[in-house]
C-alpha cells in the first residue's frame, strides 16, 4: 500500500512590533489539528506546522512550532519537498510592521500611523517550486466567501481550496464548528456544511483521498 506523506500548517502567525505587541488573528489552530489528526487516522504520515496556540500537541504527529510567516515559510520550504499533499490551513498575517523596535516602544513614543508591508504569499511561493506534490488551501473568508475562495483557488495554482465561512456566530475562528465547501480546480464544488472540526476534518481528508489518491487506500 502506498505511503502518503502529508504536510499541514495550522493556527495563526504573529508579526512583531516590538518585543510585546503584534498583529494577529485570532485563529485558534482547532481545524487544522483536527486534519492533522484526521490524516493521521487515514494512514497518512503527517507532519504539522504550528503557530502560536494554547493546543496541546496531537500524538504520533511531528510538530514543528513556529511564531511569524517568516518561520512558516522557512520551515514549509524545508518539509515540502518530501510530502505528497500540503493543507493550509494556517490563518498567516498577511501584513507585518517594517519596523520592529528591540526594546518595547512606551506609549508616549508610539507613532499611531505604522507602516506596514505584505508578508510572504506561502501557498504562491510553494506552488512555484512543485513537483507532483497536490496544494490544498483554505479560504477564511466573511463575505463573498465562494467567489473569494475561487479567486485564490486560481492565483495560487491550487487543486482544491476550502472557502471558510468565518462571519457566522460560533463557528469559524475559535470554535468548535466549522462550516465548509470543498472547491477543485477543475470547478467542482462538495458542500461540507457545518459541523464539528473534528467531523468536518474527517470527511475532508476522506474526499481528498478518494480524489487524488484512490490507490493508495485506508490503512
Do not use: H
Amino acid at each position: 500500500m502506498e505511503k502518503i506523506r502529508c504536510l499541514v500548517s495550522a493556527g495563526p502567525t504573529r508579526e512583531y512590533f516590538d518585543p510585546v505587541r503584534f498583529i494577529s488573528n485570532p485563529s485558534s489552530g482547532k481545524m487544522g489539528v483536527e486534519i492533522a489528526k484526521a490524516a493521521r487516522g487515514f494512514g497518512w504520515e503527517t507532519t504539522l506546522i504550528l503557530g502560536p496556540t494554547s493546543l496541546e500537541k496531537p500524538e504520533g504527529i511531528e510538530v514543528f512550532d513556529v511564531v511569524s510567516a517568516d518561520d512558516m515559510l522557512n520551515r514549509a520550504l524545508a518539509l515540502f519537498g518530501e510530502c505528497d499533499i500540503l493543507i493550509m490551513t494556517a490563518a498567516v498575517s498577511d501584513m507585518r510592521p517594517k519596523k520592529k523596535s528591540k526594546a518595547k516602544v512606551k506609549k508616549e513614543s508610539l507613532n499611531m500611523a505604522v507602516e506596514f508591508e505584505p508578508t510572504p504569499d506561502i501557498l504562491r511561493e510553494l506552488s512555484k517550486i512543485r513537483k507532483n506534490q497536490i496544494l490544498v488551501g483554505f479560504a477564511a473568508e466573511t463575505n463573498d466567501v465562494k467567489s473569494y475562495a475561487r479567486g485564490k483557488l486560481a492565483s495560487k495554482n491550487l487543486d482544491a481550496i476550502a472557502a471558510n465561512d468565518v462571519s457566522k456566530s460560533g463557528s469559524g475562528f475559535a470554535a468548535d464548528l466549522n462550516e465548509i465547501s470543498l472547491i477543485f480546480k477543475d470547478g467542482r464544488e462538495i458542500d461540507l456544511g457545518k459541523d464539528s472540526k473534528s467531523r468536518l476534518a474527517k470527511k475532508l481528508i476522506e474526499i481528498l483521498a478518494a480524489e487524488f489518491f484512490p490507490q493508495a487506500g485506508k490503512k
